[in-house]
Every structure is written in C-alpha cells, then in structure tokens.
C-alpha cells in the first residue's frame, strides 16, 4: 500500500471536486465461482482502492463533506476468521494504514445511510458492475436494480475520472514495473513460438510469470495465431510454420492493482517471410508514429487518425488500398484492416475506469465520440494531459467475413483492391502495443525495451 498520507490527499482532493454530499464507496466482495466457498481470486474495487487502499473484501469507505467525517465500515475478524484466514489486523489497524480514524461494523452502514436519506442528503455512488454490489447497493438506497445505473452521480464519476486520470510518480513506478514483467511474458513467449507447439502450453506459462512476478494477468491472456479475431482466447491451435503469434497480456500489482497491457506479434519459427515482414512494418510504423506524436494538448482522435492514416498508406503501398488515402480515412475505409480504436487509458483497471462509462473517461464536451465503423471504437477521443497512461496498439487484421461482406456489398471500392485482399485471408493477424505515458513535452514508453522491430524480434527468436 502507499503510505496513508496518499489516500488521504486523494479524499481530499476529490472532496474538493464533490463539494457537498456523501460518497459512498463500496469494496468487493468475494464472488463464488462453482459453489459458495469457493471464489475466484479476490479482486478489490479499483476506486475503492484508489481512496481507501485496503485489499480485503467487504468493506465500505464513507466520506460525509458537510461533516468533515470518514468512516470505514467492515467487520473485525471472528475465531472462525482466524482459524481459516489466521490472524488478521484489527480494523481499527488496517484504517490507520490509510489515514482513517473512525471505523463501524458493516452492520451499521444500513442505518447510517438512512439516516442520512431521510435527512434529505444526496449519496454519491458510482455505477457498480458486478451483481453482488448492485444487490447490495439497491438494499442500501432502495432503487431497483435496473435503476442504480441511471442513479449513479455523474458529478462523483467526474471527479474520480479526474483524479484517476492522472498518474503520480509512485504508481508510474509500479506501471513501469508491470509493464517490465508483461516483457518477461512476452519474450518468454516468443522463445515458444515454434512450430508443434500448442497455445496453451504458452498461454499457461506467461500467466505463471505473472503470478509469480507480480500478480494476476490484468486480463484473460489473449493468444493466438488467428489474431484475425481481435481478442481470441481459445489456446488450443498447434503453432504451425507460416502463422503470426499475436499475444496480447499484461499483469496487474497484487498490492497496487496498477496494470500493464501490451502486444507483439511474432512469426511462428522466428523468421518472418515476405508477406508478413510487409504488413508488420506497417503495423510498426503506425506504432512508432503514433507514439512519436504523443503530446499534451493534442486529441488522442488526431493520433488515432494518424495512425489509420499511415496504416492506409503502408496497405496502398504495397497494392491493397489505392486512392486517396486521406479520403480513404475520412470515409473509413481502413477500418476493413484495423476495426478498433488505437488505444485507451491504462491504469488500476487495463481499460482504466470503464466501468464508470467510456465517455466520462475518453470524451468530453470538446471532442464527442465519432460513430462512423472502426473510429466510434476508440475508447479515448479527448486531449491529452500529462500524467495520462495510456495504450497505443494499432494493428492490421484480415477478417474474412468481413472482407467477404464488404466486398458483397460493394463498399469502398474506390479505396480497397479486394483481388489482392482475398488472396490475404489466410494471414491472420498483427498487433503491437505499447503503454505510454503522456509527459510534459511528449511521450515516454513505459518499462524496458521489448524486442519489437524485426530484427530485434527475429534476434531474440534465434536457436
Ligand atoms: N488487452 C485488451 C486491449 O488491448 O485493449
Ligand atoms: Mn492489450
Ligand atoms: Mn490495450
């Protein structure tokens, strides 16, 4: 954890943007995963974590403005407790760990709160996302379920996506830390890729270095030499010469829940042909591009678009697309090949505070989110601010249904050469991304080094 005067500058900061009211915070409870005893491994709420830092389940942080008061809700440990979990600090302690004086059994969050309604407070709660906190949520407020959503303060959301938008010089360190353990999974990955070797067996052991460098993966591995299907989390292909690698995975800091998130393509048996040494340097070039233009001030939509732009280029170069390439964009005709958005906010959660909704992070009242195919999947739209962490992951995708329900239907033929594209639809494939965070004057790339050009690839595959 980090020391308690940082939670308590957060709550004060976010008093400062709340203004008046109660915030109430909710942390994770267990959830069962195939009978009640058995759960999945305890994951704590990100902004319950972000003001109140502790990783244990079932507990409540409050802070109550106009009252000047903050309490900690949960249960001091049983015998029972002790005899399974063993011995585990008072509550009293574990709120001092974070700044906190004044700490209630959970039993009396029900009334607290009552009270408080009925006094005609408002209570500031953001939109859970996991069942076992909407049923407690509706319990604790009295609406419906369905309603919580609708009900949740847009003013807390702002001020939480404000400050969490932000990254301090001590979580940048543990993001730089998870970013260089996510390199050991991928150059471990990467000295796998040979031919005869089954996904999984792969997929198994990053997640292992995971676990046993840092903490869970921050998202289930994505591994696949069908990288055509943008998140594929079936492992059970053999790896076959002639295939891309795409691995995307990263791993979260059991103790901070700060997360890394990155992807490299390798050519299975560690020499890239002609086809894909073509496409990949695109792809890479987009990357580096993207990441070269990086700066405060500039709409992360400008990047993206950057980034199609000079991935449209690299596919008319080499015959795919013809046309006027800025029009092509425009239009949207590159999202055929690269059908997301470049890359999103990266932080406690890998898409940090989505559960808060997408646009309350990546968006605001300068830059609203496009709609048009491929551009409307970009997750952060709005200018960058230093201190932003956040993924730059372009990538080139031959999808044959959709390749096959483009051309059926005529679209962009001015832009797309679907004779030579056919002739892609066994490729598979390229992602490569990077997290990057947003500096004073341009951009840094997070952690060590990982191999990424062809040669630093093909340099490391060598047997
Ligand atoms: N790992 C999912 C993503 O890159 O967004
Ligand atoms: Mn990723
Ligand atoms: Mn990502």
Redesign the pocket.
Known sequence: MFKPQTYQARRNALRNEVKSGILLFPGNTEASFNYPANTYHFRQDSSFSYFFGLNQPDLAGVIDIENDEEILFGNDVDMDDIIWMGPQPSMADRAEQVGIRETKPLVELDQFLKTALSAGRTVHYLPPYRGETKIYLSKLLGWDIDQLKGEASVELIKGVVKLRSIKSTEEIEIINKMVDVAGLMHTTAMKMAFPGIVEQEIAGTIEGIALAKAGPVS?PV?LSINGQTL?NHYHGNTLTEGRMLVV?AGCESEEYLLSS?I?RTVPVGGKFNHRQKEIYEIVLNANMKAIEAIKPGVPYREIHLLAAKTIAEGLKAIGLMKGDTDEAVAQGAHAMFFPHGLG?MMGMD??DMESLGENYVGYNDDIERSKQFGTAFLRLGRKLEPGFVL?V?PGIYFIPALIDQWKAEGKFTDFINYDIVESYKDFGGIRI?DDILVTDTGARVLGKPIPKTVEEIEALMKR
Do not use: K, P
């Open positions: 998202f994505i998140h995307d998130d992807t999103h890998v898409h993924t992951e991304e």
